[in-house]
């Protein structure tokens, strides 16, 4: 099975894609069918996120395990410390190197039901991602990656400490980091070069979330942690109530932030789906990230 890696030091710049595990058979019919018209488009890797609990997990696993058995597709399998004992972990590594899945993002997670609220480890778990990077890396040949925060971390005081506990995780055995969402190129190549500044080189991948309606950009808001800049607002703002021209806006917007951050030599541009393809694969082919036969 490929590695994250191996895709990132390809030919040239690539394009990935992450989606959430449904929630119902509904949901699930509406994910395959993202899932099957991104697979000519041949993504570097697909990734699907790790819930807070309980049947939302079961369905992570199965899903990461159904798109290493039944695509031609590189999945990664995201892992959370939330609620888990290290036996637990231990078990749902082990889990996903049955299935064949060699690819793992290691993150700490957030407190269920409020991501605000008070950070506590389970009395046998682990308290940073740092940790479980380690701990993929003694259970199995796993390609690594952890998460990065161009703004920082909203629960770091400072971006210079949070570079410095990014760089530490980096250390520990990441292989690369993918970037939460951001406004504008400048606030992304501002991390790594933090990130540089601190003698690490380890690939950072942007994310990018096409903006196609305001619930798309009120997402952004929420998970970036920064406010709209005026440079983009003034870009959306007029096409709040018409949104055909707002879809066009935010994926003229999204697809000039990613030839520049093209530009800028970044290996590869990770895209949030919200378990939709289209305007991704309108952004990808924009960009000449797609091969000619698709
Ligand atoms: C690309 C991406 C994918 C994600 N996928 C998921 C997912 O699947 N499921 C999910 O629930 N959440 C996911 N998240 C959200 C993530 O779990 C939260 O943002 C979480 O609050 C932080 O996770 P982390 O891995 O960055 O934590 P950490 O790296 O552990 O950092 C947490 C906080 O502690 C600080 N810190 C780090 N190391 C140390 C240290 N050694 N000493 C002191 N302070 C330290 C950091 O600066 C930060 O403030 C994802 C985020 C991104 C960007």
């Known amino acids: ?93 082990g889990w996903y190197a049955a299935v064949g899945v060699r690819n793992i993002l290691a993150v700490r997670g957030d407190p269920p039901g409020d991501p605000n609220g008070e950070w506590v480890a389970h009395p046998d778990g682990l308290t940073y991602a740092e940790e479980l990077v380690r701990l993929c890396r003694e259970l199995g040949d796993f390609c690594v990656g952890v998460a990065a925060f ?22 520990a055995g990441a292989d690369f980091a993918i970037a939460q969402l951001f406004f504008q190129p400048e606030d992304f190549l501002r991390l790594r070069d933090r990130v540089d500044a601190l003698g690490c080189d380890t690939a950072l991948l942007p994310g990018l979330m096409p903006l196609t309606t305001p619930r798309t950009l009120a997402k952004t808001i929420e998970l970036s942690g920064a406010p709209v ?57 924009r960009l000449g990230l797609v091969p000619a036969r698709a």
């Not at 607002?233 to 951050?261: C, I, N, Q, S, Y």
């Open 1 to 93: 099975m490929t590695t994250v890696v191996e895709r990132l030091h390809g030919r040239g710049p690539v394009f990935s894609v992450e989606f959430f595990p449904p929630r119902d058979s509904a949901d699930e019919l509406v994910l395959w069918r993202a899932i099957r018209e991104l697979e000519p488009l041949d993504p570097a890797f697909v990734s699907i996120t790790y819930g807070a609990g309980g049947s939302s997990r079961d369905f992570t696993i199965r899903t990461t395990g159904r798109v290493a058995q039944e695509t031609t597709l590189v999945p990664m399998a995201h892992l959370t410390a939330v609620d888990h004992s290290v036996a637990e972990l231990r078990n749902v590594i």
């Open 229 to 285: 800049p005026p440079s983009v607002a003034r870009r959306l703002d007029p096409f709040v109530d018409d949104p055909k021209g707002f879809r066009k806006a935010g994926v003229d917007l999204v697809t000039e932030m990613g030839d520049r951050l093209l530009a800028e030599g970044v290996p590869g541009l990770h895209f949030y789906t919200l378990n939709r393809s289209k305007a991704t694969r309108e952004v990808v082919a």
């Open 150 to 171: 161009p703004y920082g971390h909203p629960r770091s005081g400072d971006v210079d400490t949070d570079t410095e506990y990014l760089v530490r995780k980096l250390r």
